[in-house]
């Protein structure tokens, strides 16, 4: 059965065009969500098996350009979370005494890539319907059915992985701040590859170790930073960032208030055309501030942030994107509470040909860059550098606390269609308006406080700090167990405690009334109220501080 991208809205097409993939193989084209996400929507599809191919219209194949072969598959791993799927939410150290586990997230169905080539020969054989006009690729004198295939064609699929225990490597260096030791500013980059890994792990090693021995050199000629500078060059991200998932799982309760940002490097050029972010609220006005510091590597007339503004004054709603779950930035937010930021240069109007492939070569790269990669590596190198300048120089944490007032009224707005109901079950929203009030509360009177304080008192500054810094952990639900929701932030993370997940719940009132859980839905709508009031909470300060209503 063919199911376009293997996202939830293409199985609920199959599903009205009466196309069932239960008991099939199901192929699906790459993008628009990860492996882990498509293998997911298959399995609860109740598919027997996921084949992934590139199909042309989303991944350049013409052979007169620099493009992937037909015959490459694109790698990529299927496990629905990050770290080691056997010590789901706690370390997988040599030491650690737990029984071994398995996350909920790993598929029970098998699943592997393959080529253009090889899908063109097997979609060949499906029968049925025509697909959508928007499923549609580019497989040459290909019809594209739904399927499912000729009765008298059978294929089998066997996956033949070998499970090992491997012992894996995460470097680190560090410079000390002089003031501020304890609060550390991180910046990481994946170290291996599936292939040769140019735009996947070389780009962002390189920029690591240079911008490790840029600020060795400045503090060795009297700089100083206030906060301590943490370089982490992670080993096993390419199986679902184990390597940094397992070090933020070790080492957790230490980072707790200390960790102040992390500023992944991963993926950092795959492209010239446009410079993409995804990022915790809590940087966006700090990157706004420093793209217009840095020059375009293509407009050398412009700065980045007028050439986003050329392209697109949607700024920065459109273009600054949440944190994905596919991003190695991810589990720092989502599950340490830690403000996270990724760039990544790209093509304007295709993907990057080479990523996860054995194609994946400097000098491809290169080629698609018109000899240029320098140039854009360059260019992301200075942006990084001038955040990390901010972040550990400035006397008082350049995080917006403040932007989470938006974020926050966006999540909340969806539960308004739904007010008659709520009202005729007993139940309000009058709480969730409430706490995000408080929150708004707690962080105009932080302003206030840091305005009208001393710049140089240190006693104050680091109080203030603190205050800041407590702005995402506080989004972590407190009521769900990391060994079972290891994603435990309200906004950004995945699971029934979220509340995105609230909204779902709360549509089957309409769509499939029996389904509706009332007693469940009062639980959760008030453990993250209580989540959000806990938020508002700490950024007010101490306790006396707190002037709510209960």
Known sequence: VYANYGRQEDFDTLRRL?????????IVRVGQITYAEKVAN???????????YPDPWDIAQDPRKVGLSHNRAVYGHVHMGTGDPYSPGFPSFNHTQFPPLQSSGLPNIPAHPISANTASRLLSKLTGQAAPRD?????AELPYRLGSGDPGVRLHLQVNNVKTVTKISNIFGCIEG?????????IGAQRDALGPGAARSGVGTALLLELARTFSTMVRNGFQLRRTLLFASWDAGDFSSIGATEWLEGYLTMLHLKAVAYISLDNAVLGDDKFCTKSSPLLISLIESVLKQVDSPNRSDQSLYEQLMSLDRRWPSELIQPLSFGSSAYPFT?????????????????????LDTQEDTY????????GRL???????AEVVGQLLLKLTHDHLLPLDFGRYNDVLLQQIAPFNQYSGELKSRGLTLQWLYSARGDYIRAAEKLRQDIYSSEEHNERLNRMHNVRIMRGEFHFLSPYVAATETPFRHILYGRGPHTLKALVEHLQLVREVPGSFNESLFRRQLALATWTLQGAANALSGEVWDIDNNF
Do not use: C, M, T
Request: hydrophobic share 50%.
């Open 178 to 186: 002089r003031f501020e030791p304890d609060h550390y500013v991180i």
């Open 135 to 139: 499923w549609k690729g580019r497989l």
């Open 363 to 370: 000098e491809n790269l290169n080629a698609l860059l018109s």
């Open 42 to 52: 298959a399995e609860a599809a109740q598919a027997q098996g996921v084949l992934i």
């Open 374 to 380: 320098p140039a854009v590596a360059k260019s992301v």
């Open 334 to 354: 989502a599950f340490a509470g830690v403000p996270a930021v990724e760039f990544s240069f790209v093509e304007d109007a295709r993907l990057y040909p080479f």
């Open 18 to 26: 009466g196309v069932n993939p239960q008991g099939h193989l199901v």
